[in-house]
């Protein structure tokens, strides 16, 4: 992992394009990074999490998914 926030998501998702967004936003307003996973690349990750994307981490803990909510990920990074 490379950033505190993990997202993992798929193509043509638009849950995931939605996320995404509040995701950059809210790491760029709190000077962190994320880094997001196509759970298609990775067999264990899809047959865990495919009924769940979006699905966030933070600091490698589950967080959210399905939506992101803003303010509550930004309570996490603080």
Not at 17 to 23: F, K, P, T
Not at 48 to 61: K, L, R, S
Request: charged letters at 25%; one cysteine or more.
């Amino acid at each position: 992992m490379t950033g505190r926030v993990r997202l993992l998501s798929k193509p043509g998702c638009h849950l995931c394009d939605d996320a995404r967004a509040v995701v950059e936003a809210v790491c760029a307003d709190a000077g962190t990074t994320y880094d997001e996973v196509d759970i298609t690349q990775h067999p264990e990750l899809l047959a865990t999490y495919a009924e769940q994307i979006p699905v966030t981490f933070v600091d490698g803990v589950q967080h959210d998914y399905w939506r992101v909510d803003p303010a509550r990920l930004r309570a996490a990074l603080t």
